[in-house]
């Protein structure tokens, strides 16, 4: 039986996992979001930013990294408008753009936040770090002057004051990311120079790596993962996707837990036989 | 989404979910169409978000020294030419150049800033901060010398257990990244279960008339 059980095939474990994951999405069970040490550091830096502080939002992942990501871009949007914070909403990868603007224009529609005025969708550019390079010192010129809508820069009136992605032209750098590039190159190029805080929502592959980033106080703060989305859509009070999800991961891991368990135990009681 | 996107992404996930049975032809199909997909999307968003504007708003009013780093760009396809592949050297090798300009001027602070946050007080406010702030120290130090091989560990036995609690601390932060791993995949899976339990099942329903 030891021995059937290792040789399980793996076919029975996905079984297992897709009810596992399915039943919460019908029935929540409502378990709770506890609040993290790092999603609780973001908001609590973010909040601190003054009203009228000029945020870039950078929209660095691709549609396999968007069930994560976008949950935590609607969050932190919706936390910068509530703030009345200036948002430029950006992407260093392709899909990243559609997928940002596609949020931005839901969220601004229900919090009556204008275009032009209280934020703006500056698209997609290629370049990476040379890209990020060339906006620190002429942002208009990077841009090809103008916006993610093929509309000239100067026909926005929030951009009139904002000539370089670097202090005091903005105030914030928020990354979300789910690789290269991404974060780590807004921090070369800008907010390691200059200052500025620089804060991140990371895929949760990518969590363990950056731990070391918040530490030295290179990251101000950052959303890890789906979980972290949940917990900031509890601390802004806007309810979202991510946390109708977190029964469904909760019950994911217990199910992961119980076949490595029982994998073990097979292992062993094999050895012993 | 309309109607006709969202069947099409819920085929196109079941086809690529078909995989986890068995290979088939199905998930054969969707995917290379899926890579096509993608390589044209990435083609046509760097022609619309760059290319055409830079054509437009910049080449055509006037900068033409632009046309240089351009035909450069384009001497990358006498790759495909026998005779004259050797062109496409130069293009690439001033990407080399800048990367490896970029990697010198730009990469050293973020890591010094590292280096830097580990020398630390061992004192903190509380007991607990205090033997963390220690045991950050000594594992990070071990982690350090475990690839440090100029001492020989058979000779020195500080070294051996330094190695081995080094080695230790290495695989541990690679079971969080493991764990941080499968909650990443667990949350992919999540977010395509929720489109296609919520999305497309309510679509199903409404155009049956529920």
Same mark, same amino acid.
């Given at each position: ?66 069930? #994560? ?24 990868? #392709? ?38 390079? #060339? ?11 103008? +916006? ?20 005091? +032209? ?14 780590? +190159? ?88 | ?8 992404a819920a085929?196109g996930t079941l086809a690529l979910f ?16 899926? /890579? ?83 020398? /630390? ?64 995949? /667990? ?5 395509r279960?929720?489109f296609l ?14």
């Amino acid at each position: 039986m030891w021995e059937k059980l290792q040789t399980l095939d793996r076919r029975v474990i996905y079984l297992f996992f897709v009810i596992a994951l399915m039943i919460p999405l019908f029935k929540p069970m409502g378990l709770p979001i506890p609040i993290g040490e790092e999603s609780q550091r973001f908001y609590d830096a973010f909040d601190k930013l003054a009203p009228g502080s000029v945020v870039l939002m950078s929209a660095d992942y691709s549609p396999g990294s968007s069930a #994560e990501c976008n949950p935590q871009f609607e969050a932190v949007i919706k936390h910068a408008f509530r703030n009345n914070y200036k948002v430029m909403v950006f992407a260093l990868w #392709e899909q990243g753009a559609m997928l940002a603007r596609d949020i931005a224009e839901q969220v601004s529609k229900s919090m009556n936040k204008t275009h032009g005025v209280d934020w703006i969708f500056l698209g997609y550019r290629p370049g990476g770090n040379i890209k990020i390079r #060339e906006m620190s010192n002429d942002l208009w010129g990077a841009l090809l002057n103008i +916006d993610g809508y093929d509309r000239p820069l100067n026909e926005s009136p929030m951009m009139a004051n904002i000539k370089k992605l670097y202090p005091p +032209d903005i105030d914030a750098i928020v990354c979300f990311s789910s690789g290269s590039p991404g974060d780590g +190159d807004y921090m070369a190029v800008v907010t390691d120079p200059s200052g500025i805080p620089l804060f991140t929502g990371q895929v949760a592959v990518q969590v363990p790596a950056r731990v070391p980033l918040i530490r030295s106080g290179q990251l101000a703060g950052m959303i890890p993962g789906m979980g972290g989305a949940a917990e900031y859509e509890n601390l802004t009070g806007f309810p979202g996707k991510a946390a109708g999800l977190m029964d469904a991961q909760s019950l994911a891991h217990i199910v992961i837990l119980g076949f490595i368990v029982l994998g073990n135990i097979a292992f062993l009681a094999a050895r012993k036989t | 989404m309309s109607s006709t996107q969202i069947w099409i992404a819920a085929l196109g996930t079941l086809a690529l979910f078909s995989f986890l049975y068995k290979e088939n032809p199905v998930y054969r199909a969707v995917e290379h169409a899926f /890579i096509g997909l993608s390589a044209a999307h990435v083609v046509i968003m760097n022609i619309d978000n760059y290319i055409r504007p830079i054509w437009r708003d910049e080449i055509a009013k006037g900068s033409y020294s632009l046309v240089i780093p351009f035909l450069l760009g384009l001497l990358v396809y006498t790759r495909y030419s026998k005779g004259i592949s050797w062109v496409a050297r130069i293009p690439i090798s001033m990407t080399v150049g800048y990367g490896v300009g970029y990697v010198l001027s730009y990469e050293p602070l973020p890591f010094l800033r590292q280096v830097t946050d580990n020398f /630390i007080k061992f004192s903190g406010k509380t007991t607990g901060a205090t033997i963390n702030n220690i045991l950050f120290f000594v594992l990070s130090m071990s982690a350090v010398l475990y690839f440090f091989f100029t001492i020989s560990r058979d000779k020195y036995l500080p070294m051996q257990w330094l190695g081995t609690l080094g080695r230790f601390t290495i695989v541990m932060a690679l079971g969080a990244s493991y764990g941080n791993t499968v909650q990443g995949r /667990i949350s992919l899976l999540l977010g395509r279960l929720q489109f296609l339990l919520k999305d497309w099942l309510s679509d199903t329903l409404h155009i049956l008339k529920f």
